[in-house]
Protein backbone atom coordinates (compact mmCIF):
# COMPACT_ATOMS: atom_id res chain seq x y z
CA UNK A 1 0.00 0.00 0.00
CA UNK A 2 1.43 3.16 -1.43
CA UNK A 3 0.51 6.47 0.58
CA UNK A 4 0.55 9.32 -1.10
CA UNK A 5 0.48 13.32 0.11
CA UNK A 6 0.39 16.16 -1.97
CA UNK A 7 1.66 19.84 -0.82
CA UNK A 8 2.41 23.20 -2.03
CA UNK A 9 -1.21 24.01 -3.93
CA UNK A 10 -2.57 27.61 -3.04
CA UNK A 11 -3.04 30.87 -4.71
CA UNK A 12 -1.12 32.33 -7.22
CA UNK A 13 -1.27 35.34 -9.93
CA UNK A 14 -1.52 35.00 -13.60
CA UNK A 15 1.72 34.73 -15.13
CA UNK A 16 3.55 33.01 -11.39
CA UNK A 17 4.51 30.12 -10.61
CA UNK A 18 3.74 26.98 -7.42
CA UNK A 19 5.92 23.63 -7.27
CA UNK A 20 3.68 20.76 -5.67
CA UNK A 21 5.15 18.19 -3.69
CA UNK A 22 3.70 14.83 -3.71
CA UNK A 23 5.21 12.65 -0.83
CA UNK A 24 5.40 8.93 -0.56
CA UNK A 25 5.70 5.97 2.18
CA UNK A 26 5.08 2.69 2.09
CA UNK A 27 6.00 1.33 -0.99
CA UNK A 28 9.55 0.95 -2.60
CA UNK A 29 9.23 4.42 -4.55
CA UNK A 30 11.89 3.75 -7.44
CA UNK A 31 9.65 1.08 -8.60
CA UNK A 32 6.51 3.37 -9.43
CA UNK A 33 5.86 5.36 -12.02
CA UNK A 34 4.10 8.80 -10.87
CA UNK A 35 1.67 11.09 -12.55
CA UNK A 36 0.06 14.31 -11.88
CA UNK A 37 -3.59 14.58 -12.93
CA UNK A 38 -5.82 17.72 -12.19
CA UNK A 39 -9.95 18.61 -12.22
CA UNK A 40 -11.50 21.06 -12.45
CA UNK A 41 -14.97 22.20 -11.29
CA UNK A 42 -17.36 20.27 -13.25
CA UNK A 43 -14.76 18.62 -15.70
CA UNK A 44 -13.12 15.42 -16.17
CA UNK A 45 -9.94 14.54 -14.48
CA UNK A 46 -7.43 15.00 -16.48
CA UNK A 47 -3.44 14.36 -17.05
CA UNK A 48 -0.79 17.09 -16.45
CA UNK A 49 2.59 14.61 -17.08
CA UNK A 50 4.28 11.15 -15.71
CA UNK A 51 7.35 10.34 -15.10
CA UNK A 52 8.88 7.20 -15.29
CA UNK A 53 10.35 5.45 -11.87
CA UNK A 54 13.89 5.94 -12.98
CA UNK A 55 12.66 9.62 -13.50
CA UNK A 56 14.54 9.21 -16.71
CA UNK A 57 10.99 10.04 -18.91
CA UNK A 58 8.49 12.38 -18.66
CA UNK A 59 5.07 13.11 -20.82
CA UNK A 60 3.00 15.97 -20.76
CA UNK A 61 0.12 16.39 -23.22
CA UNK A 62 0.91 18.94 -25.67
CA UNK A 63 -1.13 21.88 -24.16
CA UNK A 64 0.62 21.65 -20.88
CA UNK A 65 4.46 20.79 -22.74
CA UNK A 66 6.78 24.00 -21.79
CA UNK A 67 5.00 25.26 -18.94
CA UNK A 68 4.81 22.61 -16.36
CA UNK A 69 7.68 20.19 -15.19
CA UNK A 70 7.53 17.07 -13.64
CA UNK A 71 10.74 15.68 -11.44
CA UNK A 72 11.60 13.02 -8.60
CA UNK A 73 13.54 12.39 -6.29
CA UNK A 74 13.82 8.65 -5.06
CA UNK A 75 15.98 9.11 -1.98
CA UNK A 76 13.18 11.31 -0.44
CA UNK A 77 10.62 9.59 -2.15
CA UNK A 78 8.75 12.42 -3.67
CA UNK A 79 7.79 13.52 -6.89
CA UNK A 80 7.29 17.35 -8.28
CA UNK A 81 5.58 19.46 -10.49
CA UNK A 82 6.36 22.69 -11.11
CA UNK A 83 4.37 25.00 -12.57
CA UNK A 84 4.74 28.22 -14.60
CA UNK A 85 3.04 30.92 -16.44
CA UNK A 86 0.40 29.99 -14.80
CA UNK A 87 -3.22 30.62 -16.80
CA UNK A 88 -6.60 31.19 -14.68
CA UNK A 89 -7.47 27.86 -16.64
CA UNK A 90 -4.95 25.89 -14.21
CA UNK A 91 -7.41 26.52 -11.52
CA UNK A 92 -7.82 22.98 -10.57
CA UNK A 93 -7.49 20.24 -7.88
CA UNK A 94 -4.43 18.56 -8.55
CA UNK A 95 -3.96 14.88 -7.80
CA UNK A 96 -0.31 12.48 -7.94
CA UNK A 97 -0.71 9.17 -8.46
CA UNK A 98 1.06 6.55 -8.46
CA UNK A 99 1.27 3.46 -10.85
CA UNK A 100 3.64 0.18 -10.43
CA UNK A 101 5.98 -0.23 -13.25
CA UNK A 102 5.87 1.45 -16.49
CA UNK A 103 3.48 5.41 -17.44
CA UNK A 104 0.88 5.37 -17.87
CA UNK A 105 -1.44 8.20 -19.03
CA UNK A 106 -4.94 6.99 -18.34
CA UNK A 107 -5.85 7.63 -14.50
CA UNK A 108 -8.04 4.20 -14.49
CA UNK A 109 -5.28 2.93 -14.55
CA UNK A 110 -3.22 4.15 -11.48
CA UNK A 111 -2.76 1.88 -8.22
CA UNK A 112 -2.67 4.74 -5.81
CA UNK A 113 -4.27 8.43 -5.44
CA UNK A 114 -2.98 11.34 -2.98
CA UNK A 115 -5.98 13.42 -1.42
CA UNK A 116 -5.30 16.44 -4.09
CA UNK A 117 -4.22 20.13 -3.29
CA UNK A 118 -5.87 23.09 -4.57
CA UNK A 119 -4.58 25.60 -6.76
CA UNK A 120 -6.34 28.93 -7.66
CA UNK A 121 -4.88 31.00 -10.38
CA UNK A 122 -6.05 34.78 -10.51
CA UNK A 123 -6.06 37.02 -13.39
Known amino acids: QVHLVESGGGLAQAGGSLRLKCQAS????????MGWFRQAPEKERELVGT????????YYPASLRGRFTISRDNIADAVYLQMNSLKPEDTAVYYC????????????????WGQGTQVTVSS
Open 51 to 58: INPSGGGQ
Open 97 to 112: AARHGYSDIYAANQDY
Open 26 to 33: GGTFSTYA
